[in-house]
């Protein structure tokens, strides 16, 4: 079986979110469980490892009245296949994303996956789409492609990372940038706001539609969480599934981890965690407490990530016996609150407004709790990492949250995180003082719960497992 992944960011090339770590994991395993992994990337400006990709091949892809230079570079890693589509009009500027011209350019790109199918001879069995950059693909192809005979029985997935961002856009794109009939906006196809929608294109199209976790997939049926889409998602249901995100266990691993002060396993976990945490205090200045609760927050600094939450009860917390690390940039409302809040308390709380893989590493490894009480998470990777590291998550019941954190039980000794369920700040805080208490006053069920916590898996190889069955089944 081929399968072709298309997306917009990959890492370790490029990264802006959540999806590059999919990219970057999820061909890897698959490979490495017999399937032939092809992934197409955009050839960025600040892309790495440019100096080592290799040209294959150019052609001129026409793209309404723009006839426009594609050329084709590839790369080879972990058993992937990468192929990278380059014009400097399009690519070669600052960053990923946020340009007047993003439409403009992800048509480009859409046009030349399916264009690079036939030019290198890599028809795959699927094509694997991921979020509105490459939702057209699947339009293009039903609408135009799969007529040839080169193209027959191609079989699409489509796959929603988070549903708030659809590619809505002016209805006069469709036959400006893709050259397709205006009826197929009024028949309902692509329509959905009285806009054209992108997103809804590729569900209205694909064969399959998948999302990055179990309970995100129910969740987006709502009104809540559906975003204006739960209708036609509603439709598709049967065809809706949800799979579960992991994590690379090669990148995101203590014993392995070169950013990190000490490593560790489960056996060392106790001395280990000690002193990255004295060297994690040390570095983002606070003062130096092995016995303190420290409590790491590695976020964007968004209203999806419950920031209300954490300001609303952050004199709270700074009134508790604990210590918290802030690690991100965002919107400037919730950057200034939390910096006025580490400017009064010193002492507890260090603010760190920037984005530092490296530093994000050492609060994972170094804090003792994470805090995330995201108003909604389709996946979340940072509790996967923190459980990893054994530092504890404290979550709110959302998303791929919901599915990767197993409430603790006392009296079962059971669990691997704290949860509260509505997104209440006071319910928040009363989960960080059930943790505190459990911390502070019963050290034996702590260590235990780490234990629990390191040990628990949530890599690639069972979700990647189901990908391979769900696209088995399709062919």
């Known amino acids: 079986m081929r399968v072709l992944f298309v997306a917009s960011e990959g890492t370790p090339f490029i990264k802006s979110g959540g999806l590059a770590d999919v990219i970057g994991s999820l061909p890897k395993e698959m490979a ?61 500027r600052p960053g990923l994303y946020g340009y007047d011209d993003d439409y403009e350019r992800f048509a480009f790109f859409d046009f030349a996956v399916l264009e690079l199918i036939s030019h290198l001879n890599i028809r795959p069995d699927v094509l694997h789409m991921h979020d509105w950059q490459t939702a057209m693909i699947a339009m293009l192809y039903r609408e135009r492609y799969c007529y040839y005979d080169y193209y027959q029985n191609i079989k699409l997935v489509f796959t929603i990372h988070n549903i708030a961002f659809q590619g809505k856009a002016d209805p006069h794109l469709l036959e400006e940038f893709f050259g397709l009939d205006n009826y197929l906006y009024y028949n309902g196809n692509c329509r959905n706001d009285d806009c054209l929608n992108m997103m809804k294109a590729a569900i209205f199209y694909s064969d399959i539609i998948t999302t990055v976790s179990p309970t995100y997939a129910k969740e987006i049926l709502t009104d809540e969480y559906g975003e204006g889409l739960q209708s036609i998602l509603q439709m598709r249901q049967h065809d809706l599934y949800g799979i579960l995100n992991g994590v690379d266990y090669d990148v995101i691993n203590p014993n392995k981890d070169p950013m990190i002060v000490k490593k560790y396993t489960p056996r060392t976990v106790k001395k280990g965690k000690l002193e990255n945490k004295l060297a994690l205090q040390k570095e983002v200045g606070l003062p130096e407490d092995p016995d303190v609760a420290l409590i790491g927050i590695v976020t964007r600094l968004t209203r999806q990530k419950g920031l209300d939450l954490i300001i609303n009860q952050f004199e709270a917390l700074c009134g508790r016996r604990v210590q918290v690390v802030i690690l991100g940039a965002g919107d400037r409302v919730y950057e200034d609150a939390l910096k006025g809040v580490a400017y009064y308390h010193q002492d507890k709380v260090s603010m760190q407004c920037k984005y530092d893989f490296g530093l994000s590493c050492r609060i994972y490894a170094g804090c003792d709790m994470f805090l995330m009480p ?86 690639w190889e069972v979700s990647a497992s189901r990908y391979i069955e769900l696209f088995s089944s399709l062919l």
């Not at 990709?53 to 050329?71: A, H, L, P, S």
């Not at 943790?435 to 235990?448: I, K, M, S």
């Open 32 to 92: 490495k469980q017999g399937v032939e992994s092809i992934v197409v990337l955009p050839k960025y400006q600040d892309m790495k490892f440019a100096d080592k990709i290799e040209y294959v091949t150019n052609f001129d892809i026409f793209m309404g009245w723009r006839k426009c230079y594609c050329g084709v570079f590839k790369y080879e890693l972990d058993g992937v296949t990468y192929y990278f589509i380059d014009n400097e009009q399009y690519f070669k």
């Open 374 to 459: 995201s108003l909604f998470e389709p996946c979340g990777l940072s509790q996967m990492m923190s459980l990893k590291y054994g530092t504890i998550p404290i979550v709110r019941e959302t998303g791929g949250l919901k599915d990767s954190v197993i409430p603790y039980n006392e009296f079962e000794q059971t669990g691997t995180g704290f949860s509260f369920t509505n997104y209440n700040a006071h319910e928040m805080m009363d989960t960080i003082d059930y943790a505190l208490h459990t911390f502070y006053d019963y050290p034996e069920n702590w260590d235990r719960l780490v234990q629990r916590a390191m040990k628990e898996k949530l890599d």
